[in-house]
């Protein structure tokens, strides 16, 4: 099938390199413009997506604006069959209406569960034990579309949000490879969305990963693991930004206050509302991440109260 593919990041590129595979007719791809960055902002940034189509030999598209008459007036030269997205901004009703079979998107979640930018993190900070992709048809309001495609995915007590969205990249590719080889054939189904109420995944901010000491130690896990590998929980410990990799719970002590940093070598506590979280993997603002025994050593404290982590602002990080 002739189809244009939209997306930016990594999560998209599997999608693509998936569909190039199966023998469809990629007319262009359409990803985020290139941006300065870098030491000095000298260095051109690229999306995932970008890099991966310039080893190829496919037409790409970068358009600032995606009601920009001279980009609308290229897509509709390729003459696409369909239009697909993944991970990619918000298409105006001129673009996703233009293809004749319509424009898909593959959504990381199984709708209308975690409508929003980021699915994956809000499934491991909530908790949840299963999640899915969902391979749907574009309307105005986003991701509310009728469902032509469901994979669900368990999810582990260890999942963070870099392992899950390893594993969804791969099921999501395929998933959405039966989509567009259903629509090809006529033979897909248009199925509404459960008939629930939905919840949502907005854009994960830095100042979100903040951990509170007033939390149970359980969400607190979670947390943890919903921001790893991006943006990374932190916590304040010598009025610096603690970032923190991986935990392990443990019960309270007797005299433990929430917020207290506790030294007991060979481990390093933050006691919360119901018990201790220890450190497991850390990374100190200016040095390099670290295993905690190599931090301790690093720190050389005595065993005992090694200082209080304040609550923290609802927008700001520590300066």
Known sequence: MRLVFMGTPEFAVDALDALIREGHDVAAVVTATDKPGGRGRKEVLSS?????VRTRDLVLL?????????????????EAELFVVVAFRMLPEVVW???????????GSLLPAYRGAAP????????????????????????????????????SAEETTGSLHDRMKAIGARALCRAVGHIQNGDHTRSPQPAVAPSHAPKIHPHLAAIDPSWPAEKVRRWVAGMNPHPVAWAVFDD??????????H????GDLPGQWI????HFFLVVADGRVSLEEVQMEGRKRMDIREFLHGLNRPDGVAGICPTPSPTAEPS
Do not use: C
Request: charged letters at 25%.
């Open 62 to 78: 970068q358009p600032e604006r995606l009601r920009d008459p001279v980009f609308l007036e290229a897509l509709a030269r390729l």
């Open 97 to 107: 209406r233009m293809p004749p079979k319509g424009t898909i998107n593959l959504h």
């Open 251 to 254: 019960p309270s002590q007797p």
């Open 48 to 52: 995932e997506v970008a890099r991966y």
């Open 240 to 249: 610096r930004k603690l970032k923190i990799y991986r935990v392990t719970l």
């Open 263 to 266: 030294v007991a070598y060979p």
């Open 120 to 155: 994956i993190h809000w499934s491991i900070l909530n908790g949840e034990r299963e999640t899915g992709v969902t391979v749907f048809f574009l309307r105005q309001e986003i991701d509310t579309g009728d469902v032509i495609w469901r994979e669900h995915i368990p999810i």
